[in-house]
């Protein structure tokens, strides 16, 4: 499981050119499902997410969590970021999630935020979106499980 976490002033994601999700301040997370994930997997990406300290306090440090701003969630299923450009110029997408079972985790993720954060929007799983974002920063975090759930 991989997530693309951007910092956020605010975001927004619409399908067909209607708005059918958006936040203010938090993070727009891309979620990447790969064929072996399991929902215990992705109970320690999303614990990672929560707790992650990337705003800052007071000091200009990056010290603060998503609860500690208010912060919300706009999470976003990108298969593409399973993507395996090493043959060829063509990306082979083998190592994605079959569209069931991505989905079904990416409900998944989507109900255990919602335990967590006040503000959980999210994108339509599989359709073609258009993403509107104002990056805060530029601050953009790479979370792996390959390397989380060591």
Known sequence: MKFVIQRVLSASVAVDGKVVGEIGQGYLVFIGICNTDTEQIADKMVKKLIDLRIFEDSEGKTNLNLKAVSGGLLLVSQFTLYADCKKGNRPSFIRAGAPEMANS?????????????????????????????????????LLDSEEICK
């Open 105 to 141: 985790l990416y409900e998944y993720i989507i109900e255990v935020c919602k335990k967590e954060v006040c503000k959980v929007e999210c994108g339509i799983f599989g359709a073609d979106m258009k993403i509107e974002l104002l990056n805060d920063g530029p601050f953009t975090i």
